[in-house]
């Protein structure tokens, strides 16, 4: 009997959910034909739903989506909803439905209010007519519509024009009173499209406030009313008015040719934790412009004031093992040396990050986004994506603004094919190609990707966000029982890495970037791992001693341009030297940390590509700056840098060294003579005929005089047997720091070859 009376609800259930449908839409809008989202018996289990009458049932069903927090049977939370039943409201309803919605989010968990102290979004809403029928157009009321972009990016371009008075009164509206709520029996405007700022918004911070005007006649000279709501109320009620057919989000603002992008999105984001990474190719040592951008990374995992993460993640699936085991110890030195502290670090071929690649892999090939080609590789297809991820693939920079497109290019901005491959051909076993690999860790990791331009003009950003579309619709829409345990894996992979501190967002965020100057060498040729010279390496940098770690640090802030530096307490560079100088690098972000903004760093100085310049200026001033104690750790680390032990005679020289620091040039002088005279390593090598010595002092007395009375080019041959150069400080500074002994001791190999 009990068997036959759970049969019975189970069908009851199954008749009342049938005359609802629920969309589980957590990114776009899915079209009729897409998969249907999980099955809503699966949550049944997880809330006590009142079952009174189906449309009791849906939004039980839908404040369980509301929650903001992951569930265990859903990915995202409920401002990503859709509820699809086609009504035709007047205003007075539309304002009802906003705030029913907004009861919903009050009554779920976490707090209604916690963005209401940033600034409130103020949309306006503007129609056009375009291609013989009318558009609206809604956008912040600070910007100005694009005519031209009032269309999906792959439609012909064609322009539009802003609707005429007597054209609004024909649809039902009165001059500057067009709002959201409006009847439209006659079909006149045939989509409206949601500016991107407004539609990032939606995602990332669903709850953040919104004012829409509200007219409860159209046609009345009253001034009309507004209504503050949470900004997904607003769109939920959009598409539950206006259906999803006619919604679309687009890049339809004129952007800003300076500064960020959508100020108060911007904000919204910064005031979440931030977790960031640094994604190096170990393949060689880092360039001064990596340890810049690495950099840039750090201050922002300083900004989240213990609320962030950092981790360094090695790019290795196109690397020799044992090259990139050696390459990757160098750079955590690399980054060590210039005072970033690497909480996490890990490898592509790591056995826990290759497992996540291999569930990705196959859950884009169960849910049919990807294809094999003859040659073995596997790679996304571009007709199935366009077709899957209806509504487009979005990312959002920070600087630009959101960025929406509506159909994968198969061309790059120089007219070359893109590459969609995930693996590598003619491979036994699946090796993942970087690319790939890098966009499954930012996606489950939920990482802000900071990077060079470079990257962004090679259509990389496109690809990325492609691969993180196409995981976010499987992940989400279970296209096939198959799909679920890998999407169930990477789920509890993705909330692992949030266990210690709270994820900057419940869900998976579309793929957020930042894109910082390039860095070129002093003839402007912009500096590369794959063509690397060997002064620009960070690694002989540190082990040559060319530059002091204070010196690269000084000037990578001095990059940032002068509006960052006062941020951080700091009006001129004379002041900035002197502190970094006199308590080191690593102390001196120790006590940055709480005065670094993420605002402030958004707001760098930019100009593309920034010149090697001014390092021997500031290296100088550096050196000068340098208390004893900074100069002794110095010469220590020169030491370990070489493999050496500080010996006795170099400890006791430490103290002539500082007094005499004023006849060095920089790091580079001082280290030739520590690196020569004591260690037995000279930096420089030539190949140049010798001239003949003299015959070198009897008694370590005469040394002085009888350097007195050598020719100025016998003088530089002493000078380069003492510190592997020609040039550098005199050679009677010389013989005071190293006495007379050293200084005949490092002759006597040249006296007897010549």
């Not at 969309?23 to 006590?48: D, M, Q």
């Not at 906003?98 to 600034?119: C, N, P, V, W």
């Not at 869900?507 to 100057?517: A, S």
Request: proline residues 6%; positive net charge.
């Amino acid at each position: 009997m009990a068997i036959i009376m759970g049969r019975l609800i189970c069908s009851t259930l199954r008749e009342k959910l049938s005359a609802v449908s629920v969309r589980h839409a957590v990114f776009w809008p899915k079209a009729s034909s897409a998969p249907s989202g999980p099955n809503p018996f699966e949550l049944l289990s997880s809330f006590r739903p009142r079952l009174g009458s189906s449309q009791t049932l849906c939004q039980d069903l839908h404040s369980f989506f509301a929650t903001g927090q992951p569930q265990p049977a859903i990915f995202g939370p409920s401002t990503f909803q859709a509820i699809k039943r086609r009504v035709q409201l007047d205003p007075a309803t539309f304002r009802s439905a906003m705030e029913t919605h907004d009861l919903r989010l009050r009554k779920s968990r976490g707090e209604f209010t916690q963005y209401t102290q940033i600034a409130i979004r103020i949309p306006k809403f503007v129609i056009f007519r375009r291609a013989g029928v009318f558009v609206m157009a809604i956008c912040d009321s600070a910007s100005s519509v694009d005519p031209r972009a009032l269309q999906l990016s792959f439609e012909p371009p064609t322009t539009a024009s802003l609707a005429t008075p007597d054209e609004l009164a024909r649809i039902g509206f009165a001059r500057d009173r067009v709002g959201p709520a409006f009847r439209d029996p006659d079909r006149w405007i045939g989509r409206i499209f949601i500016d991107a700022s407004i539609f990032f918004q939606y995602l990332v911070s669903p709850r953040s406030r919104v004012m829409v005007p509200l007219y409860d006649d159209q046609h009345d000279g009253s001034s009309g009313e507004t209504s503050i709501c949470a900004i997904s109320s607003f769109i939920r009620t959009l598409f539950q008015v206006h259906g999803e057919e006619k919604i679309k989000f687009a890049n339809i603002s004129v952007k800003r040719t300076k500064g960020i992008g959508d100020t108060l999105l911007t904000g919204l984001l910064l005031k979440r934790n931030v977790f960031t990474r640094f994604a190096p190719t170990p393949s060689n040592s880092l360039h001064i412009g990596s340890i810049r951008t690495a950099l840039v990374s750090y201050l922002f995992y300083l900004s989240g004031n213990n609320r962030s993460a950092f981790h360094v993640r090695f790019d290795d699936t196109n690397v020799p093992d044992d090259v990139a085991s050696m390459n990757s110890a160098t750079i955590l030195a690399d980054l060590e040396w210039a005072g970033m502290t690497v909480p996490t670090a890990f490898r592509q071929t790591d056995t826990d990050a290759a497992a996540n690649y291999a569930r990705a892999l196959s859950l884009l090939v169960d849910a049919g986004y990807c294809r094999a080609e003859p040659d073995g590789a596997v790679t996304l297809d571009v007709d199935a994506v366009n077709r899957g991820l209806s509504g487009g693939i979005c990312w959002l920079d920070l600087l630009r603004g959101p960025q929406i497109l509506h159909r994968l290019p198969v061309l790059s901005s120089n007219s070359h094919q893109l590459d969609y491959s995930m693996t590598w051909p003619n491979e036994s076993a699946p090796r993942f190609k970087y690319k790939f690999a890098g966009a499954v860790d930012d996606f489950l990791r939920n990482s802000l990707v900071i990077r060079d331009e470079r990257q962004d003009h090679s259509g990389f950003t496109i690809r990325q966000a492609a691969i993180m579309g196409c995981l976010r619709d499987s992940m989400t829409y279970l296209r096939h029982r198959r799909c679920k345990p890998d999407a169930d894996s990477l789920r509890e992979a993705a909330f692992d890495y949030g266990k210690s501190l709270p994820r900057p967002f419940p869900f998976l965020c579309p793929p957020v970037y930042l894109h910082v100057d390039r860095v070129s060498d002093e003839k402007g040729s912009t500096l590369s791992k794959r063509d690397l010279k060997l002064h620009h390496s960070i690694q002989h940098i540190r082990t040559m001693g060319v530059y002091f770690s204070e010196t690269v640090f000084v000037w990578c802030l001095h990059s940032f341009g002068k509006h960052f530096l006062r941020s951080i307490g700091f009006d001129d560079l004379d002041r900035l030297i002197d502190i970094v100088s006199r308590v080191g690098v690593r102390s001196f972000l120790r006590e940055l940390a709480p005065l670094v903004k993420s605002s402030e760093i958004l707001r760098m100085t930019r100009r593309g590509t920034i010149r090697l310049e001014g390092f021997a200026n500031i290296d100088y001033r550096v050196l000068q700056c340098l208390p004893p104690v900074r100069l002794r750790r110095f010469v220590q680390s020169l030491c370990e840098a070489n493999g050496k032990e500080c010996p006795p005679q170099l400890s006791e020289a430490v103290p002539k060294l500082y007094l005499n620091r004023s006849h060095f040039s920089g790091a580079s002088d001082l280290s030739s003579l520590i690196l020569t005279a004591y260690l037995g390593k000279s930096p420089f090598t030539i190949d140049v005929e010798r001239p003949t010595f003299p015959d070198l002092p009897l008694h370590a007395g005469y040394v002085g005089d009888w350097i007195g009375s050598l020719p100025p080019e016998i003088r530089k041959w002493v000078r380069f047997c003492c510190t592997g150069r020609f040039d550098g400080p005199r050679l009677s500074i010389i013989h005071d720091i190293i006495g007379s002994h050293r200084l005949i001791s490092l002759m006597e190999p040249m006296a007897l070859t010549s």
